[in-house]
């Protein structure tokens, strides 16, 4: 089956610093992924959706100039929180949605997620 | 906007017991409806995907049901195991092409 990879899978940093996560399809073509937020206890939230060549496509209340993300490729998503704090602290999850076959959204296919922590 | 709710946010039963998990959405104009598994820490095990046609799925032990015109989805657990602990989560598609929206959850725990 269709798998994701995500990198990665735990960070540590230091507030004001910068994190870069990366959402890779390994054996299929995705021309629109998604980033999700989930704090504890709590359901996953989309960040915003990202397709290859343009600009990233963020929900309401989410800093697109805090949480930059680049679609340069049809197998390559990056996140980076920017001057990260204490608040960004949370788990980080892409999906990938398969390229054609007519149904484009017939089964989205989820990273492992990464756990950042801001200190 | 759609919303989805799973109830209950938690659930504990003893080994063998079958269970019942409930999602329901707003907007029933969806177009597909996916039930994961999450462990803590982890990310997404897909389960089940049951298209808006359709009207139920079946995998093992799993069973999900989808009843659009309510607005609801049942998980059904035969024969539950202490391995199955772990969250369920219900997600909806409403169009193709979109992002999946999540209910909170159903954080499930199978005692021996």
């Known amino acids: 089956g269709a798998v994701v990879s995500q990198h990665p899978s735990r960070v540590i940093c230091k507030s004001g610093t910068s994190v870069k996560i990366e959402c890779r399809s390994l054996?299929?073509?995705?021309?629109?992924m998604f980033w999700y937020r989930q704090f504890p206890k709590q359901s996953l939230m989309l960040m915003a959706t990202?397709?290859?060549?343009?600009?990233?496509?963020?929900e309401q209340g989410v800093e697109k100039d805090k949480f930059l993300i680049n679609h340069a490729s049809l197998t390559l998503s990056t996140l980076t929180v920017t001057s990260a704090h204490p608040e960004d602290s949370s788990f980080y999850i892409c999906?990938?949605?398969?390229?054609?076959?007519?149904?484009?959204?017939?089964?989205?296919?989820f990273g492992s997620g990464t756990q950042l922590s801001v200190l | 906007k759609q919303e989805v709710t799973q109830i209950p946010a938690a659930l504990s039963v003893p080994e063998g017991e079958n269970l019942v998990l409930n999602c329901s959405f707003t907007?029933?104009?969806?177009?597909?409806l996916q039930w994961f598994r999450q462990d803590p820490g982890k990310g997404l095990t897909s389960l089940l995907l049951?298209?808006?046609?359709?009207r139920e799925q079946t995998s093992g032990r799993l069973n999900a049901s989808l009843d659009k015109s309510s607005g609801r989805s049942t998980l059904y657990i035969a024969a539950s195991q202490p391995g199955d602990s772990a969250t369920y989560l219900c997600?909806?598609?409403?169009?193709?092409?979109?992002?999946?929206?999540f209910g909170k959850g159903t954080t499930l725990s199978v005692s021996s």
């Open positions: 999906s990938a949605s398969r390229r054609g076959r007519g149904a484009t959204n017939e089964k989205l296919f």
């Open positions: 054996d299929f073509q995705a021309t629109t």
């Open positions: 990202s397709n290859e060549g343009s600009k990233a496509t963020y």
């Open positions: 907007d029933s104009a969806i177009y597909n």
């Open positions: 049951i298209q808006s046609s359709q």
């Open positions: 997600a909806v598609g409403n169009q193709a092409g979109t992002a999946l929206i």
